[in-house]
């Protein structure tokens, strides 16, 4: 397992994100949906940057590919709770690899009424992109490999790591 970002440069980056988040959302109303489970850590680090008005909300999607890769087939296993109608919403999510899992979701958002949808994502990894999307927030680009740490798992493992490393599978 190869160190890829550590723990100081993943805070640092937060706290940027955080920065431009808030400068950009100023007196708007503003929801953070996460994507569970890989987000919870991104989210809750980038919440506590992000002041009292923030809301909170996650959802839980469920792709029918196996646990490296997403097939674009996706559903719902843990739905919203607030109402979002109108709202704008910044969809947190741990990393984009093909886009479908995102893609499906921002479609799924828009259809339920939806004003604004945004995307902050810690890690984009472009290269393997099968659809268009427009990233708002990008914490770090990574081209290739299977990372884990900061949430993301493999077989469940490794969420709780402080950095991302790379894993050889
Ligand atoms: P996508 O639909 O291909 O963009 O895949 C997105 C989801 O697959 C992410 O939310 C992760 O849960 C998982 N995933 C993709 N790449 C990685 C990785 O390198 N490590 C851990 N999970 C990943
Ligand atoms: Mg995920």
């Excluded at 559903?75 to 984009?96: A, F, S």
């Excluded at 680009?141 to 490794?158: A, C, H, M």
Aim: glycine residues 8%; charged residues 30%; negative net charge.
């Amino acid at each position: 397992m190869k160190e890829v970002i550590s723990p100081e440069r993943i805070q640092a980056r937060v706290a940027e994100l955080a920065r431009e988040i808030k400068a950009d959302h100023q007196n708007e109303d503003l929801v953070l949906v996460g994507i569970l489970k890989g987000a919870f850590i991104f989210l809750s680090d980038l919440a506590r940057h992000l002041g009292e008005d923030v809301e909170i909300d996650f959802v839980r999607l469920a792709s029918y590919g196996n646990s490296t890769q997403s097939s674009g087939e996706i559903r719902l296993t843990k739905d919203l709770e607030l109402e979002l109608n109108g709202r704008t919403v910044l969809v947190v999510e741990d990393i984009v690899d093909t886009g479908l899992t995102l893609k499906w979701f921002v479609d799924h958002l828009r259809e339920r009424g939806v004003r604004k949808v945004e995307i902050c994502t810690l890690v984009d990894k472009p290269e393997r992109r099968e659809v268009e999307l427009e990233l708002d927030y990008v914490g770090f680009e990574i081209p290739s490999g299977f990372l884990v740490g900061y949430g993301l798992d493999y077989g469940e493992k490794y969420r709780g790591l402080p950095g991302i490393y790379e894993l050889e599978l």
